[in-house]
């Protein structure tokens, strides 16, 4: 499966605060990382997930996400040497889902909005509290971001 997918910075919480409700925990790491392929694990609830993702474009990445028990994903996090938490929130614009995350630890304080595409050039309504797109800076994308705990 192709992942599009664009990334905003959020840097001003006054008018997305009030949107944010019925957030989840996540929880993730990597059991390994390139440049350009990845094996996550995430926790989301009492939910767990694999993903393998392939691809040097922080913009297009083959993406491949599969749920497992919960008790192998907790396993297979505790092999990660890192693990990043944050909490996801949707808010729906136009007929897009728009995907806050507010990391936790290390990263607080970071807020960013993802929106999924289906097109590289599809329009969609840019909301007024998405901030710089970081798409293109791939120190945004969440395997390099866990680097930084």
């Known amino acids: ?29 990597y059991l390994f990382a390139a440049p350009d392929k990845s094996c996550r694990i995430r926790l989301k609830g009492d939910r767990g997930f694999i993903t393998l993702k392939f691809g040097a474009s922080a913009l297009v990445r083959s993406e491949f996400e599969y749920e497992i028990p919960l008790v192998e994903a907790e396993a297979l996090l505790r092999q990660c040497s890192k693990v990043l938490s944050k909490t996801r929130f949707e808010v729906v614009v136009d007929s897009h889902v728009w995907e806050i995350d507010v990391f ?23 909301p007024d509290w998405v901030g710089k797109e970081v ?5 945004y994308l969440n395997v390099n971001l866990i680097e930084r705990l």
């Open 1 to 29: 499966m192709i992942e599009i997918e664009r990334k905003y910075l959020i840097e001003n919480m006054d008018l997305l605060g009030p949107l944010l409700l019925n957030g989840r925990t996540i929880e993730q790491g």
């Open 135 to 139: 798409t293109a800076d791939k120190s």
């Open 104 to 126: 936790h630890g290390k990263l607080q304080g970071l807020i960013v909005a993802e929106i999924e595409l289906s097109r590289e050039d599809e329009t969609f309504v840019l």
